[in-house]
């Protein structure tokens, strides 16, 4: 079963960045569909973005602003998150996905704050 650690979260004011990083260990990571996802607080988890491939796919709301990337050679994802906003305050989860396993990470909680 593929195991999940995500990292990079932190305090940040509005209109910064920070990127996010999940290494994978177990399984054939360049198979699995990455995705990252957030819960705020009193909220349901929500997807923010997901790569398969060359493919990506982003909430509206973080369009332009967020990229996802992967590296497949250090079984990485990436999420580049910039011009943060308040509302951009969550928990964020790594996910992998296939039709076999669906697995999630501990979560890198993220601040945006003056």
């Known amino acids: 079963q593929v195991q999940l650690v995500e990292s990079g979260g932190g305090l940040v004011q509005p209109g910064g960045s920070l990127r996010l990083s999940c290494v994978a260990s177990g399984g054939i990571f360049s198979l699995y569909i990455m995705g990252w996802y957030r819960q705020a607080p009193g909220k349901q988890r929500e997807l923010v973005a997901t790569?398969?491939?060359?493919?990506?796919n982003y909430q509206d709301s973080v369009k332009g602003r967020f990229t996802i990337s992967r590296d497949n050679a250090k079984n990485t994802v990436y999420l580049q998150m910039n011009s943060l906003k308040p509302d951009d305050t969550a928990n964020y989860y790594c996910?992998?996905?296939?039709?076999?396993?669906?697995?999630w990470g501990q979560g890198t909680q993220v601040t945006v704050s003056s």
């Open positions: 790569i398969a491939g060359g493919s990506t």
């Open positions: 996910n992998a996905r296939t039709f076999l396993t669906d697995a």
